[in-house]
């Protein structure tokens, strides 16, 4: 990685053409000192700005910020992503890259005291998910899941301006802070970030293991899921599964919803 920040103009970088398949290089210039054919990571993160929050009936929690909070609900999560190979004038070094890492860092917990920060347990957690550059639609990491997963970690982890003038938010987090624990399943999970995130903001207040998260998509999507799952699974202890849900079949042919009485969030 380079030693230290290198910053840009925000530009647009590609165009949505469609039926358009086919990939395309983007052109971009080379940070100084590095040649093609290295491997890089890519770091990503932007400034906290303010925004005016619209008026919204009492039943729709506001994910902008509110009056007076000039952060709260516009913090996108910094990550990584590896391996970045830089090519030279349009020349292919290789094959296509099929997939790509990306490692996500979560807001330190409120409960981590400086005795308690090791090597084992640091005060963020980085959470490593795979994704696949293909078009598969359930193979991917969608935006909507990482600003819900950054919305959800500023609610648990803050004394947050939108729980106190916002009932619902509040009961929300009422609910995933609960000592008791709660059982929630997510829609269209894609590869299992919201389940995750959550899971691991949740590990370090009481009543993790009382937690069950069930994530569901269509049965290509597992896979890469549970292998999500797998490689994150020092940072949680919550009961973290995955399953098929078709939403064009009968409820009734999602067996793990057979097991679970009672839901208490959809996602």
């Known amino acids: 990685m380079p030693t230290g920040p290198t910053g840009h103009p925000a530009r647009k970088l590609t165009t949505w053409k469609g039926s358009s398949s086919s990939y395309k290089a983007i052109p971009v210039d080379l940070p100084s000192g590095r040649k093609a054919g290295q491997s890089w990571r890519l770091a990503l993160w932007v400034p906290n700005p303010g925004a005016n929050t619209a008026s919204l009936p009492e039943y729709v929690i506001d994910l902008s910020p509110p009056l007076g909070s000039k952060v709260f609900g516009t913090c996108v999560l910094p990550f990584t992503s590896s391996p970045i190979m830089l090519e030279a004038g349009g020349k292919k070094e290789g094959p296509k890259q099929e997939r790509i890492w990306r490692t996500y860092s979560l ?55 939108e729980a106190r003038i916002q009932p619902l938010a509040q009961d929300l987090k009422n609910l995933l802070l609960s000592p008791s624990g709660f059982t929630a399943v997510e829609l269209g999970t894609g590869i299992g970030v919201v389940s995750l995130m959550l899971s691991a903001i949740l590990e370090r207040f009481p009543g993790s293991e009382s937690r069950h998260i069930l994530a569901t998509d269509l049965d290509s999507a597992i896979p890469l899921i549970e292998e999500n799952f797998t490689l994150n699974k020092r940072h949680y202890s919550a009961k973290l599964s995955a399953s098929t849900l078709d939403w064009e ?7 793990a919803l057979k097991d679970i009485s009672t839901i208490d969030l959809i996602m």
């Open 107 to 161: 807001p330190p917990s409120p409960l981590a005291g400086l005795d308690e920060i090791t090597a084992e347990t640091p005060a963020r957690a980085l959470i490593t998910m795979v994704e696949q550059t293909s078009f598969d639609l359930d193979k991917k990491i969608w935006d909507s899941g990482l600003g819900l997963s950054a919305w959800l970690s500023e609610l648990c982890c803050s004394e947050s301006l």
């Open 249 to 255: 079949q009968d409820l009734g042919k999602c067996e």
